[in-house]
């Protein structure tokens, strides 16, 4: 984890946005007895956007959390790790909504400026106790260093911590953009399951934060891919307090906000696969030359999801006839002597068949890596995509064997 | 294996339906020198029907035996095991039809009455000369007792051989259907990877073998998963010869007919789903309550085709959170609160929330076993459907990252 070892290197002040403050605190919701009980706040309030998962089976604090962000204000985000307060019915809609308003009280806030996020088993019933009991300490902890914590306290089967920052200048005003995140399974396209909170100093109106949140999801969160299960308490969410007092986002300033936004959300993404349960290897799956741009999308996802595939990954075996079984079921247009594939840039298949002995030798040393792309070339149009994935281990059937048990 | 244990305690006539011989070399195509090459021959031309792989990357032998099984009318199956013949361009159909005709020249009969079937590793060229040199000994050894060790040869990672009977009368006249299959990695719903040779001494008009093949496979083999990737050479082939010397078939004797074809099939399937790739236990997926025919089939597909589900059917985990998950992301018609589920006859939700802790204890204890049924009732409408599948275990791992290397 070459990431954690950089973060942990850096100086504190680098994990702090003007006028947002984090606390963490152990609340006993983890059967670890770990911080599992975050806490972000602005001082101000900020304009909201956010994104949630797709899943029929939305969690409890899914659905207050819509709700809260619905007029695009909030000013504090409370999340616990342990329990997904999901298939919890009225009780756990009971639960989140009392959360929020004893944050809210603490606080002095509104219980509608406060977003409210789980991640854990789910279909147990979340203690409200606990956090009663954690509430005070949760407020009166909050510094402006402590961020690394709350990203430590969101984390599940993670292995390290997920924060990344970008540093940008508007109008003559600088401002970062700092985002945390949590993975490590259920990840698909299609909003990845995980938390991520990001924060912003810059000032951005409702609407550019929105469009701005959902252009850069599509290219970073709905492009990564560890198990092909999806979530029900998936959440992105998005703080801009403007406290860097800048002026309406214009031009150049809008481009590089956006631009900053998506390296940030690259940058947590990649980690999360980086850190998908029991992966080793991390792989990129890129598509050219498809018909459709929902052709790429689908021949990236497919190839990225088969367990055929990521077994292969996992064993470093170039066995690139699961990857054309993959592109044969993936319900897209191609013809199968178009095809090209490489490993990094050793190509493996070319018309459709093998290149040969020497070039499987060669990709085969680029697998044992722990990173490399597998690049496919369909020939049939113009369009591209990529998901970035990782490879099905035994370490993975192990985690999620005995998660609860 | 309790099957291969009962198959080997029958007495050898049991693998006979008259008219049919078969026979199996060891070809040396497998690299564990094994038995790999099989044929299967009819005395008389047979009516044939046959499905294959929709994957759009169909492997040699799979466009010749769609040729040759154009006109209804077969006599030969020959399948090799160890090499698939998939991805391998012009040269690998030039070896798939020269395989025919030299199996058509051994038996004096025509090449077009020669069905050619190929499993295993995809794009390597399929070695000519072993196949040359072994087919003489292969029609040589042609034999009433032959299916037995036909159905060794096209195995690959399959633990035991896949043999069912059922034993009809029709029309005053005894009858057998005879099928021999192999799985057991690729299989999922959408015709299970796989090859399945089913022979019968019935005459059935080509018409009626297709309709009753067709109806059949949707039940049974559609209805199967191993690990939701479907292979370049699925083929399963239905011959009728004809020497039970019955008159066309009718009524009840159809009926029969059809309710035997699909009781071997259901047998080969079940076989195949319980020596899945690694598999320790095999699961009932049932879907009540659905709203339309297609949300029942999605349903029983999405839930048995989830990884983390199927890791926790390895733990012997009641996690009912994830099959709710998994149901979300299904694209269905669907309430949370609506959804009800038992592990065999233990509910463990109700009303889309946890029954408690005692039902989650006996649940587990039936999940202990291998073999058990998930049922879901949807409570959305009349529909249902259900799919079987297997357990998502270390080996599954092993012996997909290790298969080629």
């Known amino acids: 984890m070459p990431e954690e070892e950089k973060l942990r290197g850096m100086e504190e002040p680098i994990y702090a946005v003007p006028g947002f403050k984090a606390s963490a605190v152990a609340a006993g919701i983890k059967k670890t007895r770990g911080l599992d009980l975050a806490l972000i706040y602005s001082e101000k309030v900020a304009n909201v956007a956010a994104v949630f998962t797709k899943n029929k089976v939305k969690a409890a604090p899914v659905v207050l959390s819509r709700e809260h962000t619905r ?105 970062g953009i700092l985002g945390i995140a949590k993975g490590a399974g259920m990840i698909m396209p299609d909003m990845a399951t995980m938390l991520g909170f990001v924060m912003t100093d810059l000032r951005v109106e409702a609407d550019e934060l929105r469009d701005a949140l959902i252009s850069s999801v599509d290219s970073t969160f709905n492009r990564i ?16 307090n403007g406290a860097a007092g800048n002026r309406e986002l214009r031009g150049e300033d809008r481009k590089e906000f956006r631009s900053g936004l998506t390296r940030v959300l690259q940058d947590l993404a990649g980690m999360i696969v980086r850190d998908g349960e029991g992966a ?61 594939i490489w490993i990094d840039e050793v190509q493996i298949v070319a018309g459709g068949t093998g290149v040969g002995p020497e070039s499987e030798r060669k990709a085969a040393e680029k697998m044992a890596g722990d990173l490399f792309s597998v690049t496919i070339d369909l020939h049939q149009g113009a369009c591209r995509d990529r998901v970035i994935t990782c490879d099905l281990t035994h370490e993975y059937v192990s985690i999620n064997a005995e998660y609860r048990t």
């Open 71 to 175: 007029d695009g204000r909030a000013r504090a985000i409370v999340a616990n790790s342990g329990n997904a307060n999901a298939c919890t019915g009225k009780a756990g809609l009971a639960t989140a909504r009392k959360t929020a308003e004893l944050v809210a009280g603490e606080l002095g806030i509104l219980p509608e400026e406060v977003l409210v996020a789980s991640t854990g088993v789910i279909g147990a019933p979340l203690d409200m106790d606990l956090i009663s009991r954690a509430v005070p300490d949760l407020v009166k902890g909050l510094s402006w260093e402590g961020v690394h914590r709350a990203a430590e306290a969101i984390m599940t089967t993670d292995t390290f911590p997920k924060i990344s920052r970008f540093q940008g200048r508007a109008g003559g005003k600088d401002y």
């Open 225 to 240: 891919s560890v198990d092909g299960d999806t979530s029900t308490n998936d959440m992105l969410v998005l703080m801009a």
């Open 280 to 340: 080793t290897k991390v792989v990129n799956i890129e598509i050219r030359g498809a018909h459709s741009p929902s052709d790429a999308f689908e021949a990236a996802r497919t190839v990225a999801n088969s367990s055929l595939v990521k077994t292969a990954f996992y064993g470093a075996d170039p066995n690139w006839g699961r990857i054309m079984a993959a592109l044969g079921r993936a319900g897209i247009t191609m013809a199968e002597e178009s095809v090209d």
